[in-house]
T-cell receptor, first 115, second 109 residues
């Protein structure tokens, strides 16, 4: 596709349920990033992938959060036993590489609401 | 303390005015500096980037970096209602991006 796509665009779930968020990066982009955006908090880095490997998982807020990437393409962010504080917009970005300047192209995000 | 500080606004200006946005950062190791624009319910998109102190112009946009003060700015000249968006600064070191909270800008006709 022309850009980064994410699904679903909106997700409403009940506290305690598991959710899966999907990201399709731009074809050929080897690096993939997940961020969380809460009101007034800016973009919070969660994890990034270089190929299928995740060299930096330091941003994952708890062990309820996990992510994987298969075939160097699609990535899934899973949140287990969701809590109300998990409500946010989850953004995915991809880039050609992970050097100091590699423009990150963002998807439209998944808006997660935990009731 | 956050590594990048940015006033969240909102900043409201009349059409045609100059919009002035800024961020401060704490770590002198940051090497690249970027500004992203984010429209409502969209992902951020890159506006400008620079890696040296000084000014960089692109049309109505000017990015300014002062590494000695750890201060970056974005100026928008002749602002238009279509410039209404959230503007996020980003600083980069060794490929790791740190984003500011974003400043919401509203340009009123």
């Amino acid at each position: 596709g022309a850009g980064v796509s994410q699904s679903p665009s909106n997700k409403v779930t009940e506290k305690g349920k598991d959710v899966e968020l999907r990201c399709d990066p731009i074809s050929g982009h080897t690096a993939l990033y997940w961020y969380r955006q809460s009101l007034g908090q800016g973009l919070e880095f969660l994890i990034y992938f270089q190929g299928n490997s995740a060299p930096d998982k330091s941003g994952l807020p708890s062990d309820r959060f996990s992510a994987e990437r298969t075939g160097g393409s699609v990535s899934t962010l899973t949140i287990q036993r969701t809590q109300q504080e998990d409500s946010a917009v989850y953004l995915c970005a991809s880039s050609f590489g992970t050097g100091n300047y590699n423009e990150q192209f963002f998807g439209p995000g998944t808006r997660l609401t935990v009731l | 303390q956050k590594e990048v500080e940015q006033d969240p606004g909102p900043l409201s200006v009349p059409e045609g005015a100059i919009v002035s946005l800024n961020c401060t950062y704490s770590n002198s190791a940051f090497q690249y500096f970027m500004w992203y624009r984010q429209y409502s319910r969209k992902g951020p998109e890159l506006l400008m980037y620079t890696y040296s102190s000084g000014n960089k112009e692109d049309g109505r946009f000017t990015a300014q970096v002062d590494k000695s003060s750890k201060y970056i700015s974005l100026f928008i000249r002749d602002s238009q209602p279509s410039d209404s968006a959230t503007y996020l600064c980003a600083v980069v070191s060794w490929g790791k991006f740190q984003f500011g909270a974003g400043t919401q800008v509203v340009v009123t006709p």
